[in-house]
């Protein structure tokens, strides 16, 4: 069964910075689209970003827009999510998924996301 395996994630100040990786050991993202969510306690899973692989072009919903940033490393396998100016809102567990005929303009319509990574958590707090 294919698989994502997210990276990075751990405590960390308000304030601070973090990078989050996407990987799959076992099968190429060059052809997919990768999206990252997140999912705090208690609240509904949200995206945060979106990456088309093959060209690298990146999309964020507004409520994202200034302090996350996508990107890929094709030669690794990976995409990244960086995120800047950590408040204690942002404490969630962030999964990606990727998606063969998944584009970024598809929000919210989820359903050709087909493949899940298992969430890295990311704890905001003093």
């Known amino acids: 069964q294919l698989q994502l395996v997210e990276s990075g994630g751990g405590l960390v100040q308000p304030g601070g910075s973090l990078e989050l990786s996407c990987t799959a050991s076992?099968?190429?993202?060059?052809?997919?689209?990768i999206a990252w969510f997140r999912q705090a306690p208690g609240k509904d899973r949200e995206e945060v970003s979106c990456i088309a692989m093959s060209d690298g072009s990146a999309y964020y919903p507004s409520s994202a827009k200034g302090r996350f940033t996508v990107s890929r490393d094709k030669s690794k396998n990976t995409v990244f999510l960086q995120i800047n100016s950590l408040e204690l809102e942002d404490t969630a567990t962030y999964s990606c998924?990727?998606?063969?005929?998944?584009?970024?303009?598809?929000?919210?319509?989820?359903?050709?996301?087909?493949?899940w990574g298992q969430g890295t958590l990311v704890t905001v707090s003093s």
């Open positions: 076992e099968f190429t993202l060059d052809y997919y689209t």
């Open positions: 998924a990727a998606g063969l005929d998944y584009y970024c303009s598809q929000w919210p319509d989820y359903r050709e996301l087909k493949v």
